[in-house]
Every structure is written in C-alpha cells, then in structure tokens.
C-alpha cells in the first residue's frame, strides 16, 4: 500500500500543472464533464484519475477524483454500496461536516444560527449510507408502490391538460420552461396534496430556486454578504424548512383529526412506520421531502424535453410515435393499463434516456481504502462514474449515437448496460413515477400538437448533476399534421457533439 504522504489513486491520468496545479483540470471538468471524460477514457481507459494531485468537486472530504466507464465497474461500484457511497451535497456548505477523517476544513463566513437549517437537508435518502440508507428506503418504499404511483394517473393526465390548453398553434415557446412547470406542479401536487394547495406551490419553487443557486459558482465563497449567492442560498434554506415544517404540522393534525392518511406522498411518509414501530421524525421527514423533490423534478423535466428535442430532429419516429398513440388512444389520455401497450412509446423514451440520459455522471465517494478495476483507491477518492459514456459504447449499442426507437423490440441490455435510473440498492425509488409522468405527457401533448425547432435554433447542453439545454428549448407549435421535418432546418449547438444527428 503506497505510504500516507502518496495516497493518490494509482489510477492513470493527466499530470497537474507546475503552478496551478489541478485547477485548469477541475474547471474543464466542471464546465463540460462530459467531453473531459471521454478524452480522459479514450487515454487512459476505463478507470481514469481526472488529474494525477489531490483534488476535490463535490464531497467535502475529497481527496482525488477519478472517472469510471463500463458495466463491470458499473456492477461493483453500484452494488458495493458500503464501500462506494453517496454524501450530502449540500454538506459542501456545512462546516461541521468537513472534519472529516482526511481532516480537510473549509473556512466559512457565516453564524452558526444560520448554518443550522442545513443540518436537515443532510437527512434525505441522498444523505444516508449503510443500515441507515436501508432502514430509511424501508420507511419510504410503500409510498412509492406500484398501486401508488397508479393512483397519481389522473392528477398526472389533468395537469397535463391544463398546460396544454396553454399552448396554441404558431406560439414559439420555451418547451423546457413548460416542462419544468408541469414536472413542478405534479411534484406539488403528489409530493404535498391538495390541501397544501399554493403554499405547496410557493415552497416547490424555493426549493427549485435553492437548488439553482446552489450550483451558481459564487457559492464556493462561502461568504453570508447580503446580495452573495451564500447568503441567498441561506436565505431560502431557512425559510424552506420553515415552510416544510408548517406543512408537515398540518398534515400531522389532519391525520391525528381524520385518523385517515391522504394519498400523497408527505402524508404516506409521516404514517410510515418500520417493523418496531419507529417513524421517521421530524428531521427526517424535512430531508426526505427535499430531496424527493429535487431528485424528481428537474431529471424528468429534462428527459421530456431531450425527448422532444429528439423527436423534433427524427420526422420518421416521430410520425412512428404519432401513429402508435393516435391508434390505440383515439387522442385520449392512456390509462394505466394503455400505457403498457404503446411499444413504440416506449423505445422513444427508453432510446432518448439513453442517448441524453438525465442524470450522465452519478458520483460516489470510496469510504474505504480499496481496490477497483486493478487499481488502488484510498479513502475518500471522489468517483464519477459515467452512464452516459457506457449508454454510447458500440460494444453494447450498435449504432451508439443514432436516435433508433425500435432497437428497443430487439435488444434487452442488462442492468449494469443501461441504467439511467442507476442500479442496485440505490436505484432511483422513482422510476415507475417518472416513466409513467413522462410516457403520459408525451402521448397527450403528440396528439394534439407537433412541436418544431425554428430554423438553425441553438441548443447547448448544460451539466450540472442534470443534463438540461443550456438556454431553454424554444420550439414552435403547430397542428397535428404529421409534416414533421428536421433536414436542413436542423438545430446547432453543442448537444450535437453528444450523438447523430439527421444533417
Ligand atoms: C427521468 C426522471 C428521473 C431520473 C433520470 C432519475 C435518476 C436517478 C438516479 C440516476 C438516481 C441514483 C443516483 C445515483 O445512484 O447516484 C436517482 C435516485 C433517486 N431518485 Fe430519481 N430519477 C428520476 C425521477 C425521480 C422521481 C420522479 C423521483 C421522486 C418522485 C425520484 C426520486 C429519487 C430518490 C429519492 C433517489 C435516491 C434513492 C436512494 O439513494 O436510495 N427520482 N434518480
């Protein structure tokens, strides 16, 4: 084992700068993940440091930061997941948790009064490892049961409507700011009830507004300055956890009045109990409820709107997809059991998932020294591994980059292939909620309008956690008929870089 003083991962990479050391590296990185870990693995292979020196992203521990590609790497690092495990984003801006065993400290500038509100986000399912990460999806698993997640169908299916009665034929509107509405308004409304009603609304846009802020670069100031974005982030921490505890006493009340539990989730968590009787308390309940929300929000948001982006780029799917809809809905809503019987629908979101997936890098920290894909990790090493580069590996996909709904009827990736929810004890607990809130929306709005890219549009990809268009997605609305046309009207911009498209 190398000795305390060279305890970087043997894993090959770039060396760092005689001055600046990892810093050009780490702000690549940051700006575009994805085109710095393709080089970094076409290099290097498989398993690759972003930088041969100590360097840290996201865990306020890191001690390095490697990539990893493939599904054997995949399989270990997602099922070992005492060894590989998650931390608390918002941790980063919390100091009690930088002591950590490295004895890293971060200074900050800010009371300890107004560090404290942080503490619950730290709670969330995001937050936890081991027994405690089992005991909490445990504790949360029956809110998301099938029967559940089935009787979200209708809010789903009306909220839908009420959007698209919205929209008319020759708007030019920003689609991805359409679908960031309706993934927030069904999230309030299944997350919080009906009886939370627009103060549902008004903390699940805080929480939209806290996590933007969050990644905006001025938080590594660390500096509670009025007008600072710390500071505004602060800000919003408090007062989102004022607000989800105001929430969570009234659904207390409600259920202790009406001995009756509501259908949506909140009141689902709040009944929970595990085996010996315990509940989640009141800490617990506030975390879960922030990270259920930030974790469901923006990745189906963005799924919907690669989604419409691709089929806008495909004429030939998209006429496909309109065809398989309009003849088993008759231009309905599906039901629960019509959604299991649209293929076509099927292989579109699958294909899009693959080729734009939501969430491209999911990132772990190694909690103890180990040894992975022949090379050592210590404690502490930051990893990164890439769905989006295994989703576009011609060694599992053939025609990797190419939009081909249909490959779906014929191909059956395992697992560890093609997972854009993640896999194995971690998987995404909301993946049936989404799929069925994604397939729902598209199969109405299809029916009833085309959607189309104006002319040379640019669309740039932004990564931060989320893989979203950087600027919006303008497109135009039109009727349902069936001209879908890419070709020269094509779009411009970086997302091109991810995959093929018609020219
Ligand atoms: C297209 C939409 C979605 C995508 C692509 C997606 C993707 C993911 C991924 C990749 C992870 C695991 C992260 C990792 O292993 O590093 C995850 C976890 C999670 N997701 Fe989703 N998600 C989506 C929608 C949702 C929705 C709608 C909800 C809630 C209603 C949700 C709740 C969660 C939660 C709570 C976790 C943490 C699970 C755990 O740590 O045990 N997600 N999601």
Same mark, same amino acid.
């Given at each position: ?23 050009? /590296?780490?702000? =690549?990185?940051? &700006? %575009? ?40 790497? +995949? ?6 997941? +005492? ?32 560090? =404290?509100?942080? =503490? ?9 490892? !081991? ?35 919205? #929209?008319?034929?020759? /708007? ?24 939370? !009603? ?9 929480? /939209?507004? #806290? ?12 500096? %509670? ?7 505004? #982030? ?38 929970? &109990? ?27 948001? +963005?799924?919907?709107? #690669? ?12 006429? %496909? ?9 008759? !231009? ?5 059991? /019509? ?27 190694? !909690? ?41 009827? =014929? ?7 093609? +997972? ?60 349902? %008929? ?13 997302? &091109? ?7």
């Amino acid at each position: 084992m190398p000795s305390e003083s060279t305890r970087l991962p043997t894993a090959p990479g770039p060396e760092p700068y005689r001055v600046l050391g990892a810093l050009p /590296q780490l702000l =690549r990185f940051g &700006r %575009d993940p994805i085109s710095v870990a393709g080089k970094l693995f076409e290099r290097y292979g498989p398993l690759a440091s972003i930088v041969r020196a100590p360097a840290r992203i996201m865990s306020p521990g890191g001690r390095a930061v490697v990539l990893a590609n493939g599904p054997e790497l +995949n399989r270990e690092i997602l099922t070992e997941h +005492n060894r590989y495990r998650m931390f608390a984003l918002p941790g980063t801006f919390y100091p009690e948790d930088h002591e950590l065993s490295n004895g890293s400290k971060v200074p900050f500038r800010a009371r300890p009064e107004r560090l =404290r509100p942080i =503490r619950r986000t730290l709670t969330g399912l995001f937050h936890v490892n !081991g027994d405690e990460h089992r005991r909490h999806r445990r504790l949360l698993q029956p809110a998301f049961h099938k029967t559940r997640i089935d009787a979200y169908r209708d809010d789903m299916v009306t909220l839908t409507e009420k959007m698209l009665d919205e #929209w008319h034929h020759g /708007q030019l509107r920003d689609v991805h700011a359409d679908m960031t509405e309706l993934t927030l308004r069904i999230a309030t409304k299944t997350l919080f009830g009906e009886d939370a !009603g627009e103060r549902g609304v008004a903390l699940a846009r805080m929480m /939209q507004q #806290w996590l933007v802020t969050m990644f905006s670069p001025g938080m590594l100031l660390r500096l %509670d300055l009025k007008r600072l974005p710390y500071a505004r #982030w602060l800000d919003l921490t408090r007062a989102i956890d004022e607000e989800t505890v105001a929430i969570l006493r009234d659904k207390q009340a409600r259920i202790a009045d009406a001995k009756h539990v509501g259908a949506d989730m909140l009141s689902m968590l709040v009944a929970a &109990r595990d085996e010996d009787g315990s509940a989640l308390d009141d800490d617990e309940l506030v975390g879960h409820t922030g990270v259920i929300f930030a974790a469901g929000h923006e990745t189906s948001t +963005n799924a919907l709107a #690669w989604t419409l982006f691709l089929l806008a780029e495909h004429p030939g799917a998209a006429n %496909d997809l309109v065809d398989e809809l309009e003849g088993l809905l008759k !231009g309905d809503a599906p039901t629960i059991e /019509q959604l299991g019987k649209l293929p076509l629908l099927d292989g579109v979101v699958k294909e899009s998932m693959r080729l734009l997936p939501p969430v491209p890098l999911h990132p772990r920290v190694v !909690g103890e020294d180990t040894e992975l894909g022949g090379h050592f990790l210590p404690a502490n090493t930051e990893l990164f591994l890439s769905i989006f580069h295994m989703h576009h590996d011609p060694a599992i996909f053939d025609e990797p980059g190419r939009f081909l709904p249909a490959r779906w009827s =014929r191909i059956k990736p395992s697992i560890f292939e093609y +997972n854009p929810f993640s896999a194995g004890p971690r998987m995404c607990i909301g993946a049936a909620f989404a799929t069925m809130e994604i397939k729902i929306a598209l199969a109405m709005l299809l029916q009833r309008f085309r959607v189309e890219l104006p002319p040379r549009a640019r669309v740039d990809r932004r990564v931060a956690i989320t893989m979203a268009p950087r600027d919006g997605l303008p497109m135009r609305i039109r009727p349902p %008929d069936r001209a879908w046309r890419s070709g020269p009207r094509g779009s411009r911009g970086n997302v &091109r870089e991810l995959l093929e498209l018609p020219s």
